[in-house]
């Protein structure tokens, strides 16, 4: 067996979608795992559509998803002089034939065929014109495409890896065109000469592409190429059953990375998109787990539904088994950017951070969610979120004097431990006749400015003595004002 070679071969004609992606982690996944190689082929033929920021897009999108390709990028509209040399071939040796009809004149056959016998398909007459008469047109510069003609049997199949045999009919398929007057390709051609000149093995791409097989492989075999393996994968459908569309939520790569998915969870996500490793098993995988498992074998025929709900819930996993000196940048990175501290000050603090991190991702979803969270544990003040503070404080008498009680129970605890904590707060909550509920609420308003938060012991230990009497001490003078102001 030759080691597998494949391909991801995006149009840049937008931004990396899920779906693309999902193709391409699917080629990646297969050549790592049989030690075969990746390769990426930009396919611009489309001048009109194609642009630099969408192939930028692309690259940063598989770079950020891990998906790294072996050899030089390939631009497809370099090709095209290579893709005219094989029409002329598959012209030279009887393939193929010019054809002059105009695309009005075809249009004005199609509407006559529609009318009266139904669907049209062109009539092979310019494949009947003498040899002399073609020459003559050519020298006169009468304009042509180049029309593969279609071999006189019954049907071109092949063995799907996702959908098993699948064969097409030649009645069906017409002479197709496979060069423009121009003498620019049509995506078939290009599509199956660039496959043969970078030796792909394994064809791996979306279902919409199984009406083109038959076609591509007619031209492999009249250009005299090896045929290589075809796999179509299945469509991604919203939770609603239908096509995945803006409709359902973001569908660009990117998008979900600035939402605060980790780019192993949109991985391990896509992976189980139309593949499954089949029996019981986890679910949540890492990046070198999904390389040793994936398979063709595991390739599903049945359309997957992209469930924005397990996304976050699988990042939510994925979160909380990361190595902390990893997920510690990156979140500082992204508090940073939210104003709440410098990442140099977060970094100056690693086990302060670190158990942070550890208190807040157990309680989020993404990134982002840790970000938001981390909020109150950050500045010299804390806003009071005007709901939290109206429940929580709604007796502001009454919540002072449990704020001003367990302001003096606080200071002197010592050390600023749970197990000095604790009892001194318990004691509190006896004295007044209240359950430690009761007063945590106010509290927690006091010290992080919310109704939610980590529990009460966790949020002192990590706001530390001085920062959280200072907390109490601003909410006292709060109070005072809204008892003053009722
Ligand atoms: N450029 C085509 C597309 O983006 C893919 C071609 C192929 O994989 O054969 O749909």
């Known amino acids: 067996m030759p080691t597998p070679r494949l391909r991801f071969a995006p149009s840049p004609t937008g931004y990396l979608h899920v779906g693309g992606a999902r193709t391409a982690l699917f080629n990646w996944l297969y050549a790592r795992r049989h030690g075969g190689q990746f390769l990426l082929r930009v396919e611009d033929t489309d001048k009109a559509r194609s642009t630099e920021e969408s192939t930028r897009a692309i690259f940063e999108g598989l770079q950020w998803l891990g998906l790294d390709w072996d050899e030089e990028v390939v631009y497809q509209g370099a090709n095209v002089a290579r893709h005219r040399a094989d029409a002329e071939r598959l012209v030279a040796d009887g393939h193929a034939y010019r054809c002059f009809c105009t695309p009005a004149e075809i249009e004005e056959r199609r509407k006559h065929a529609e009318a009266t016998e139904g669907a049209f398909k062109y009539d092979r007459r310019c494949d009947r014109l003498p040899a002399d008469e073609v020459?003559?047109?050519?020298?006169?510069?009468?304009?042509?495409?180049?029309?593969?003609?279609?071999?006189?049997?019954?049907?071109?199949?092949?063995?799907?890896?996702?959908?098993?045999?699948?064969?097409?009919?030649?009645?069906?398929?017409?002479?197709?065109?496979?060069l423009r007057s121009d003498g620019t390709p049509i995506y078939n051609l290009a599509v199956t000469s660039d496959d043969i000149a970078m030796h792909i093995t394994l064809v791996m791409r979306g279902d919409d592409h199984i009406s083109n097989t038959p076609k591509q492989i007619m031209l492999y075999r009249a250009l005299g190429a090896d045929l290589p393996q075809f796999a179509h994968l299945p469509?991604?459908?919203?939770t609603d059953g239908k096509k995945l569309s803006k409709r359902h939520g973001a569908t660009a790569v990117a998008d979900w990375q600035?939402?605060?998915?980790?780019?192993?969870?949109?991985?391990?996500?896509?992976?189980?998109?139309?593949?499954?490793?089949?029996?019981?098993?986890n679910e949540v995988m890492t990046i070198e787990e999904l390389v040793a498992k994936f398979d063709?074998?595991?390739l599903l025929k049945k359309a997957s539904?992209?469930?924005?709900?397990?996304?976050?819930?699988?990042?939510?996993?994925?979160?909380?088994?990361m190595p902390l000196d990893e997920l510690g940048p990156l979140v500082a990175r992204k508090i940073a950017a939210d104003g709440g501290a410098t990442e140099h000050e977060l970094l100056a603090r690693p086990a302060w951070f670190h158990a942070l991190l550890e208190l807040l991702r157990v309680r989020s979803r993404t990134v982002d969610d840790i970000v938001r969270q981390a909020r109150p544990y950050l500045g010299a003040t804390v806003t009071?979120?005007?709901?939290?503070?109206?429940?929580?404080?709604?007796?502001?008498a009454e919540a002072r004097g449990l704020v001003a009680d367990a302001r003096v129970a606080l200071a002197a605890c010592t050390p600023w431990e749970p197990a000095a904590i604790e009892?001194?707060?318990k004691a509190v909550a006896e004295a007044r006749g209240v359950g430690t509920g009761k007063l945590f609420g106010p509290m927690r308003v006091a010290l992080t400015g919310e109704a939610n938060s980590p529990g009460m012991f966790d949020v002192l230990g990590i706001l530390g003595r001085d920062v959280a009497l200072a907390r109490l001490d601003a909410a006292l003078v709060e109070l005072d004002r809204r008892i003053g102001a009722s």
């Open 135 to 178: 020459a003559r047109r050519v020298a006169a510069g009468v304009p042509s495409v180049v029309r593969f003609r279609v071999p006189d049997v019954q049907s071109t199949g092949w063995n799907d890896l996702v959908h098993g045999a699948i064969s097409f009919p030649h009645k069906d398929i017409e002479d197709f065109v496979i």
């Open 235 to 238: 469509m991604i459908h919203g």
């Open 258 to 281: 600035h939402e605060g998915i980790l780019p192993q969870t949109m991985v391990n996500f896509l992976a189980l998109l139309g593949w499954s490793p089949g029996g019981e098993f």
């Open 296 to 298: 063709a074998d595991g």
């Open 305 to 321: 539904v992209f469930d924005t709900k397990k996304l976050e819930w699988m990042n939510g996993q994925h979160l909380g088994r």
């Open 384 to 396: 009071y979120d005007a709901q939290a503070a109206a429940k929580a404080w709604k007796e502001p």
């Open 423 to 425: 009892p001194a707060l």
